[in-house]
């Protein structure tokens, strides 16, 4: 399956997005408010008007799941 890195563009569609993605579709937040999706799920954030673009080189650099931040700060 491929998958997109995507970014919202703004604070709305951010909540949104994540809110119509976790409901019908899965996945993963990175740091760097970077999200890795399934390439399909693009379908759904575009039927919504859900405003994003794709993650840049720079930020997929230091990109890595959040609940690696959580585990990290925890010890």
């Known amino acids: 399956m491929k998958h997109a890195y995507i970014k919202f563009s703004s604070q709305e569609d951010s909540v949104q997005g994540f809110n119509e993605l976790v409901t019908h579709s899965q996945c993963t937040c990175l740091t760097n408010d970077v999200y890795c999706i399934p390439w399909s799920s693009l379908q ?5 008007q859900i405003q994003y ?3 840049s080189e720079e ?8 609940w690696k931040v959580a585990e990290a700060k925890s010890r």
Request: glycine residues 0%.
């Open 53 to 55: 673009t794709f993650a």
């Open 59 to 66: 930020a997929l650099t230091d990109a890595y799941p959040v």
């Open 44 to 48: 759904l954030l575009d039927a919504q």
